[in-house]
């Protein structure tokens, strides 16, 4: 989604608004523009396509000299990429500079008004619209105008907006689109993500929903809605600048695999704690804040997600099911929150999200609390939205995740699931020690796991390179399997662009494989070993009408070369355990897939790191 970068202080704000806004194009973007103030007025500059055309427009902010500025990358959703549409909006005199994250619902109606009373308005967005009613309600006193604004506007918005009449300020604030402040000795910034500002300052503060920040050189002032003064503690960031960086991969997603076995570790570790001598960890989830007994009066899960979350979710579904015997429902947080759901007494909501910023999942998690119903959200991002508005947040210590194409984030929710599926089935009496034990060796061997997968890299990229050409590719399994494949296919086509869909191994003789040609590419499921067989019969079944056969199934499971036309084997472990290992060849060739085709893997066009808009 878009991104906002904005300073004011000693230094000249136009490089370090660029450098910001270089830092925040992983969330993806299609024109970028600035506003900095040169002394006697502001000066605006903007560039449809990437943000290189802008720092060449302004030779990397040399011609846009001011110690204070505002600028933006926008993902394009009322009015088509161009230059008129970027921003920074203005008002008709150019006196106020506007840049804005999310979606003026009512814009429409605010802009007739506007039109009425002799607004012209030069571009299609939305965004437009505040920048004329903040000259129509600005008096001379910028903070009474932005209030009486934000009053009047329904929707979200996070938002950057300069006056000419008030060089000295920078003011932001902020409702469901996420916005960081922070400060060093020089000055003060306002970003949307924290990589932007990471380079010049540690501490931030979290804008909270409808909250007013007004930033001098010198310090930073939080306000109300009421205009009423605000107190925030400022956080301090402790993840270094290195780990939003490529460090020497030629792709944020392919660094981001690799660091899948350390990601999982982090989640891992910090929940199992020393049972004493000769014992076997016990799962401590202190962020849950509920007691065993609380955990056993549980009688229904409902997940709530989007995109790849959700299918982790579809995976935590199994192994809930499997191992507690709770019943769980899955939903995607954009039918979830428009479907009236019926949650009943003892349910617990729990929502999974990378960023923290979906706005689907952050409406389902508050449509489930106007309900009384306790939400859990499973989180990477510190201090998120979603993090700060559940009621326990079980973070999963993925790091800072650059890459469009959730990789780490995923496995890390999947191991976030299976300690939750765990300590549910101990409380409940459900699992044996023996049973227990096993579990928990099982989960400490993934990582090591992982690394023998990624070191298959080059036999998975000289398969990839077969398939640049594919139209379609289709991935089919039971039970976890059928999740893989949601997240294999998911993977493959938000970052080659080929078409691919994943199917429940039994149900494509309902239609789908009508789909499959002489030759078409379908990656077959076989971990689950109870399905086995039955996956087995749907692979002939593909053969049969001329598909070439890409099996990913147990290591010893030598039989299933003989159905399948080329076999990737995953080391054993539980079965519940084997999408953590199974996803990792799939990533790898949806990777080298989009790298032989030329795409542009960490920024898949059209979609963006964050969806902060329905
Ligand atoms: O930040 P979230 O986990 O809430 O994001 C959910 C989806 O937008 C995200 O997983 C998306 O599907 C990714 N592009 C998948 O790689």
Redesign the pocket.
Known sequence: MCGIVGYIGKEQAAPIVLDGLAKLEYRGYDSAGMAVFDGSEIRTRKAIGRLKILENLTRGGETMPGVSGIGHTRWASHGAPSDRNAHPHTNGTGTIAVVHNGIIENYILLKKKLQNRGYEFVSETDTEVLAHMLDYYYKGNPLEAITKVLHRVEGAYALGILFADHPEVIYAARKDSPLIVGRNESGSFIASDVPAVLKYTRTVYYMDNQEVAALRGDGICFYSLDGEMVEKESVNIDWDADAAEKAGYEHFMLKEMYEQPKTISDTLSPRLQNAGAGKVEEIVIEELNMTDEELRQVKKIHIV???????AGVTGKYVLEGLARIPVEVDLASEFRYRDPILEEGSMVIV???????AD?MAALRESKAKGYQVLGIV??VGST?AREADACLYTWAGPEIA????K??SA?LVALYLLAMKFARVRGILSDEAYEALIEDLKRIPDQIEQLLAQKQTIQHFANRYLGAKDIFFIGRGIDYAISLEGS??LK?ISYIHSEAYAAGELKHGTISLIEEGTLVVALSTQPALYQKTVSNIQEVKARGAFVMAVANEGNRAIEKVSDYAVFIPETNPYFANSLAIIPLQLFAYYVAVGRGCDVDKPRN?A???TIE
Request: aromatic content about 6%; proline content about 0%; charged content about 10%.
């Open positions: 997600a989007c995109g790849s979350a959700y299918h999974i999200s990378q960023s923290g910023e979906t999942t990477n991002v979603i469009v194409a959730t990789t984030a995923y929710q998911l993977k938000e979609l790191k964050s969806v």
